[in-house]
């Protein structure tokens, strides 16, 4: 099979650096290329700028000859909020978002700018990360500095639905930073698995297992035009059945919103 050449945006992110860490772990099946916007982090986490574009998603030019010649794009990028001030003791802490990059810009319109250079360098796939609770329009995260963050994205995974490009839209329920590859993933649809989790579990996913989720999807044609919310069971449970069989767990998926 012919390497895939795949861009990782927001590759100096938490979930990005791990999707790029594990392309080119596999480089006998993809070519990793990552953008960012800081060269700094770049060699601060990757040791130098190789094998990475450097730009904004808000210039969609920077876009275009960062996916020439790509087989397939995976959108890791996100408005990221930034706490105001130390809170008083006793209050909560606030949330802002630095000017230009609120969700409207990043995950909106920066997605959107994403979405459509890849469909002008006729990129075959786009494997976008997002978030499970956007049906409910009331959800705490939607008031994080009056943001709406998952209202935006959500309107960017129905724009990547009505691109016709290939999609798989990942909604992780809560990131956590531990180990991957020792859980059983479970998938969804609708935020079913936020309203009522199997066993009562909590609703959250390693990083590193949602990378994972990421690089499969590039191979598996069950993750083909499939968008579903993903959790995990945690560590120890008892019925935990470590997912191995990934192409079984995208048949459970469905196309659409
Ligand atoms: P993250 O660490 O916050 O990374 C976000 C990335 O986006 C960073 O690399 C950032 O660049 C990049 N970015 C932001 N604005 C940009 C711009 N204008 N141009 C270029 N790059 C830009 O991400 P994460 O916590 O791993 O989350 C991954 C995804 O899962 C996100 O979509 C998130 O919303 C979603 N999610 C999160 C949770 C959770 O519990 N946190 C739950 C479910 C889903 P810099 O590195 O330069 O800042």
Request: proline fraction near 7%; charge should be negative.
């Amino acid at each position: 099979m012919p390497v895939k050449k795949v861009l990782v945006t927001g590759a100096t992110g938490r979930t990005g650096s791990f999707v790029l860490q594990k392309l080119r772990q596999r480089a006998d099946e993809f070519q990793g290329i990552g953008f960012a916007r800081s060269p700094e982090k770049v060699k601060e986490m990757f040791g130098s700028t190789e094998d990475f574009y450097l730009g904004d998603i808000k210039d969609q030019a920077s876009l275009e000859s960062a996916l020439e010649g790509c087989d397939a794009l995976v959108i890791l990028t996100s408005a990221v909020p930034q706490m105001k001030a130390p809170p008083q003791p006793g209050q909560r802490p606030e949330f802002d978002f630095a000017p230009g990059e609120f969700p409207e810009n990043v995950d909106w319109l920066g997605q959107k700018n994403q979405i459509d250079a890849a469909q002008k360098a006729q990129v075959k796939q786009v494997v976008l990360v997002g978030s499970m609770g956007g049906t409910d329009l009331n959800h705490m995260l939607n008031r994080i500095g009056n943001g709406n963050i998952l209202i935006w994205k959500r309107k960017a995974e129905q724009y990547l639905i009505d691109s016709g490009i290939n999609y798989t839209i990942i909604r992780a329920g809560g990131l956590l930073d531990e180990p991957g590859g020792k859980r059983e993933l479970i998938v969804g649809k609708d935020d079913t698995l936020l309203k009522n989790p199997p066993g009562g579990i909590p609703t959250s996913i390693p990083r590193e297992d949602v990378a994972e989720v990421v690089v499969q999807a590039l191979t598996e044609p069950n993750a083909i035009d499939k968008a579903f919310d993903i959790i995990s069971k945690p560590e120890d449970d008892p019925s935990e059945v470590v997912t191995a069989d990934f192409s079984g767990l995208f048949a459970q998926t469905t196309s659409g919103l």
